[in-house]
């Protein structure tokens, strides 16, 4: 085992809280569901695409965003459904290129079937629009070199987890994740940061993904 890099600069651990709230904004056709989606903030269509993971940190695999179940399960259009739900998420590293492919998704369909137009919902079944609110939170620890790095891992919350690598993908806009630019930028190791950053984070668990990471970055130190 060769000589533990330092990093030029640590890893702070952060986490992050996510709370739900309430637009006000509804939608009964599809036509609604679509002006809308074009319009809402940003953190409306991460929480109507990635709320499963948000909530469900033993889910697996991916389950269909909100809009899909909307479609098939309140207006009955099981094909448009099924395209929504067909939507790879892992696909778009910015929440601005994951709606532009739902509202197109949505008016090709619009603009293929007429009838469709013409659904409504009944009361009390509309799609509410939602969004997240997001508080990072810093923790206690921090890491130094690749060994510090895996022992902090194994303790950290699946809260972190999810932060530096779904969130800082998605709704920082980051090109990969925190974790990989760390270990590429302060520890000069793009080898390693390049097979943390090529594994799709969607096809597991968050506890999954924990020990992943872990078992990458042990192998990599025993070397």
């Not at 992050?16 to 953190?43: F, M, N």
Request: a negative charge; hydrophobic letters at 40%; proline letters at 4%.
């Amino acid at each position: 085992m060769s000589e533990l890099i330092k990093a030029k600069e640590p890893f702070k651990f952060c986490t992050r809280l996510h709370l739900s709230e309430l637009t006000g904004l509804r939608a009964s056709t599809l036509g609604q569901l679509l002006a809308l989606i074009k319009d809402v903030s940003g953190s409306c269509i991460y929480h109507h695409t990635h709320r499963f993971l948000q909530q469900h940190q033993f889910l697996s695999p991916e389950p269909p965003n909100d809009f899909a179940y909307w479609v098939t399960d309140i207006l009955g259009e099981d094909e448009l459904g099924e395209k929504l739900a067909s939507i790879d998420t892992m696909q778009y590293p910015t929440i601005r290129s994951l709606r532009d492919k739902i509202a197109q998704t949505i008016e090709e369909y619009l603009n293929d079937s007429s009838f469709a137009k013409l659904k409504f919902a009944r009361s009390g079944e509309e799609f509410h629009f939602i969004k997240s609110v997001s508080f990072i939170l810093p923790t206690n620890y921090t890491a130094y070199d690749l060994k510090e790095f895996a022992e902090i891992l194994k303790k950290i919350t699946i809260d972190s987890i999810y932060f530096h690598i779904f969130e800082a993908r998605l709704r920082l806009e980051k090109p990969t994740n925190d974790f990989s630019l760390w270990i590429e930028n302060s520890l000069g190791d793009k080898t390693l940061a390049d097979e943390i950053c090529s594994f799709d984070p969607y096809t597991r668990t968050l506890e999954d993904l924990r020990k992943t990471l872990i078992r990458i970055i042990e192998r990599w130190i025993s070397q």
